[in-house]
């Protein structure tokens, strides 16, 4: 007997500017809908953590990211209530990244109803927990 446990890979970046972090506010998502999270996505067949996380800060926010180091995996118990009490659904892997000069954008207005710069000190109250963690491993 075999039994096949799916759990949703994402990625995402932490671009920083000026003592400020970007973040975007999501909305029509299935998970963590409506909260301010850093940028990033689904992991695709084939991909390393790496090049998805550089694949969907071009997708959302039309930015060319380059990796500089991981900041932590976050651990989905959350989302998997469907699946029953303490059954991990995701995890995310969170990467600081370097933007240069790149001004984001919201590329998916479908997805993403907000973008702004957050001071470090200052976050918003509905802030996506994996983007916490994050953070504190700046």
Sequence with gaps: LSIYVMIHL???GIILR?????????VNTKTFNHLWSNPGGSVEEGESLEEA????????I???AMIVRKLGTYEDYQGGRLLGKNKL??????FLVDIGQSNPKINEPDKIAEIKYW???RLPTN??????????NL
């Design 10 to 12: 994402g990625c995402g």
């Design 18 to 26: 000026k003592g400020k972090v970007l973040l975007i506010r999501r």
């Design 53 to 60: 996380c550089v694949r969907e800060l071009k997708e959302e």
């Design 62 to 64: 039309d930015v060319e």
């Design 89 to 94: 659904f995701g995890k995310y892997t969170g």
């Design 127 to 136: 802030i996506a927990p994996y983007t916490l963690q994050y953070l504190r």
């Design 119 to 121: 001071h470090l000190n």
